[in-house]
């Protein structure tokens, strides 16, 4: 069985070369004209491959080592008593493995010292990959400057982000938006994560921004009172490009602006609930229209890093029904959609990526 763009076909059956689709149909159809190997997965229900629209491999050193559930600063506090950014190559492999193994194609990798070295890992491995630079600081940018390694990979391309809008400059995010726009790349940005962030953005003030300022981070927001949202319109971050991360603390009509920007927007539910951050409002944001898929953030923040477990999560705590293709689409079709990437990735097509996953057994009840 399988679930491709929108259809469900017993018997399926996908040819490829290795890399590329080059026919699907059914195996009825299919094998008099096909000669090769041939690979029987038995009964299973087949899928694209997983896309994970949000995590941060170089903090893969840290599985167990910050409070849960005790809210933002504190779990800022347990995370800045470690070694943030001494990479762990041999802990990136094995969490890029890791996902490989539960199905992830490919993942959207947020660093903020080692965008290079991670990129160059999951390249090795064959995962799919935006390797993404993290601008944080408020610092302006020089006129030329560039955000991100302009480097080449086989299985993937680096890219920038803004860290947020109160650790990152407003000129800073602009000009890494402006960078990545013209380079035809989507621009992650963590957005209306939690009540500090509020506090922060709308008038400055509040313990994390103490924190912020002692470190030389803290933005100038402008203490006009605006919500996230409403502020990173001001700034002119909100696209067809954007990929608003997390969106916690989003108003109905923070909603509905992201949904007339086109902005997509990347839920991290468990993440969420590990930090005690609180949760977004899943059902007015999937209600709305709003392309929306999912992400594990880091193992930091998280207790793994499969999709499976965070869409399972998300469904049996969701208060409205989705139909097994919307519960898909959540890590495959709209994850590429919003990436960019749904020439490639996103459903098992010709032309497309031969890359697939399979449903766990456990799981088949409640998509089906």
């Known amino acids: 069985m399988v679930h491709g763009k929108n259809s469900r076909c017993e018997d399926f059956a996908l ?29 299973v229900t087949m899928v694209p491959g997983l ?33 943030l950014y001494d990479l762990d190559t041999e802990a990136v492999r094995k969490a890029v493995k890791e ?34 630079c993290e ?23 680096a890219a920038g982000s803004g860290h947020s809008l109160y650790s990152t400059g407003a000129e800073l995010l602009q000009a890494v938006k402006k960078a990545n726009n013209e380079a035809g790349l989507p621009y992650p940005i963590h957005m209306a994560e939690n009540t500090e962030e509020d506090e922060i953005v709308a008038h400055g003030t509040g313990e994390f921004a103490g924190m912020l300022k002692g470190a030389g981070l803290l933005a100038d927001c ?3 009172g605006l919500r996230p949202v409403e502020y990173a319109d001001s700034l002119g971050l909100l696209d067809e490009s954007t990929l608003a991360v997390h969106c916690v603390r989003v108003a109905d009509e923070d909603i509905k602006t992201l949904a007339e920007r086109k902005v997509n927007v990347c ?15 899943w059902e007015k944001i999937l209600k709305s229209g709003i392309n929306t898929c999912l992400g594990t953030d880091s193992i930091a923040s998280n207790y793994d890093l499969s999709m499976w477990n965070e ?58």
């Open 15 to 43: 040819i490829h070369d290795g890399d590329r689709i080059l026919e699907t149909g059914t195996w009825s159809e299919l094998k008099d004209g096909f000669s090769g190997e041939v690979e029987d997965l038995g009964n």
């Open 51 to 83: 896309i994970n629209a949000h995590v941060h491999l170089e903090l893969s050193h840290l599985k167990g080592k910050t409070v849960q559930e005790q809210g933002f600063i504190n779990w800022v506090k347990s995370l800045l008593a470690n070694p």
């Open 99 to 132: 996902m490989r193994g539960s199905g992830t194609a490919f993942c959207v990798d947020i660093s903020t010292r080692n965008c290079a070295q991670v990129a160059g890992i999951m390249d090795e491995l064959g995962m799919g990959f935006y390797g993404c």
């Open 135 to 157: 601008a944080i600081g408020v610092q302006v940018p020089k006129e030329g400057a560039k955000f991100f390694p302009q480097k080449e990979f086989k299985h993937g391309r």
């Open 222 to 224: 402008g203490s006009k």
């Open 267 to 281: 839920l991290c539910p468990r993440s969420n609930t590990y930090i005690g951050e609180g949760r977004a409002p």
């Open 311 to 368: 869409l399972e999560y998300l469904l049996r705590n969701l208060e409205i029904s989705l139909s097994t293709a919307e519960a898909l689409a959540l890590v495959t079709i709209n994850s590429a959609k919003a990436l960019k990437i749904d020439d490639s990735y996103g459903s098992l097509e010709k032309g497309k990526r031969a890359v697939f996953a399979t449903i766990p057994a456990h799981l088949e009840d409640l998509l089906f």
